[in-house]
């Protein structure tokens, strides 16, 4: 009879050493239990990893700064023809697209706020601004209107800081 080689960790079986063979020919291996032991506990932390990421990103919002302008609306890059009435505005060429991601930014919903008078207003995404700087967002006329200390479009260059709000 062969002495029995105890387990290496009797807290966790599945990390016990190699059984000998019980005499049916059915013999344990250990590496496998390591193996699969190893690849269900890879598998819970990249779950828990997975799920943290989706419940942090659900509740942290990036707020960008940079320079409001407006432009005379139209047919944007989203496929949409605006007018200029409308709340809407055109991404930074930098943003419109999500790095390492095939999806734009088209249609989500922005909170902007004019850093100067603190007037707030939503807008959504309509067009990408090729010579916006990252964080800056060109404006339809009646957003910067809205946005604007005078009501008009006399300032001509608003500091601004938004969010997604969608």
């Not at 002495?3 to 019980?22: I, L, Q, R, V």
Request: with cysteine.
């Amino acid at each position: 009879m062969e002495p029995s080689t105890p387990s290496a960790d009797a807290a966790h079986p599945s990390y016990a050493a190699p059984a000998t063979d019980d005499g049916d020919g059915d013999r344990r291996d250990w590496s496998r239990r390591v193996t699969n032991a190893h690849s269900y506990a890879s598998h819970k932390v990249s779950h828990y990893h997975h799920k943290h990421i989706a419940q942090h990103k659900s509740t942290h919002t990036s707020t960008y700064h940079g320079r409001g302008t407006w432009y005379m609306t139209g047919q944007g890059a989203c496929g949409e023809t605006s007018r200029d009435s409308e709340h809407v505005v055109a991404i930074s060429h930098t943003q419109y697209i999500h790095p390492g991601e095939t999806k734009t930014s088209c249609f989500r919903m922005v909170r902007i706020t004019n850093l100067e008078n603190g007037k707030i207003a939503p807008a959504r995404i309509v067009d990408m601004c090729p010579g916006c700087s990252h964080g800056s967002l060109d404006m339809s006329q009646g957003l910067f209107e809205a946005l604007s200390a005078d009501g008009g479009l006399g300032e001509g260059v608003l500091s601004i800081k938004w969010e997604f709000d969608d």
